[in-house]
């Protein structure tokens, strides 16, 4: 792995340490947890594909 390729997923793992706990809070009831989470799962997908497109 390159230099840049490590330091990109260290700070995704840090972004997901500070956010997870805030998320798990707010999502107590599961119907918003899951309703939550396949919103960010389609816009991290969308991403995904932009960038592959891009790239």
């Known amino acids: ?10 700070a995704l793992i840090a972004i997901l340490i500070l956010i997870l706990p805030g998320f798990i809070q707010t999502n107590i ?3 918003v947890f899951f309703k ?5 799962g389609i816009i991290v997908i969308l991403l995904m594909i ?6």
């Open 1 to 10: 792995m390159e230099l840049e390729q490590i330091i990109s997923a260290f």
């Open 29 to 31: 009831k599961k119907e």
């Open 36 to 40: 939550n989470l396949s919103i960010w």
């Open 50 to 55: 932009l960038l592959i497109f891009i790239f």
